[in-house]
């Protein structure tokens, strides 16, 4: 079964730095891809970032570029989402998901749980 799970989330000072990860199992990130997204309380979930399972492509909602970066770790199967120079507007719970596909999706149909990101003084 596709399991996803989120940890690293925090509370963190604004210009502060948080990694998050993403662990998978069920399936392997030599093949498909994984997205960020997050959600704010009262705002729609937000796509923040994906990584191709294909070729390792990325990309970057325009709110996050130049601060967070995605990554992965094919051998733990693991994604990442570092997240610098972070912002109140930054605090949201943050989940990855995918839907077994080599490229980036318009659509996820497999969700974590979710791990909180708090960034306030």
């Known amino acids: 079964q596709v399991q996803l799970v989120e940890s690293g989330g925090g509370l963190v000072q604004p210009g502060g730095s948080l990694r998050l990860s993403c662990a998978a199992s069920g399936f392997s990130l030599d093949y498909y891809a994984i997205g960020w997204f997050r959600q704010a309380p009262g705002k729609e979930r937000e796509g923040v970032s994906c990584i191709s399972g294909s070729d390792g492509g990325t990309n970057y909602a325009d709110s996050v570029k130049g601060r967070f970066t995605i990554s992965k770790d094919n051998a733990k199967n693991t994604v990442y989402l570092q997240m610098n120079s972070l912002e109140p507007e930054d605090t949201a719970v943050y989940y990855c998901?995918?839907?077994?596909?080599?490229?980036?999706?318009?659509?996820?149909?497999?969700w974590g749980q979710g791990t909180q990101v708090t960034v306030s003084s």
């Open positions: 998901a995918t839907a077994l596909t080599r490229l980036c999706p318009r659509r996820y149909n497999s």
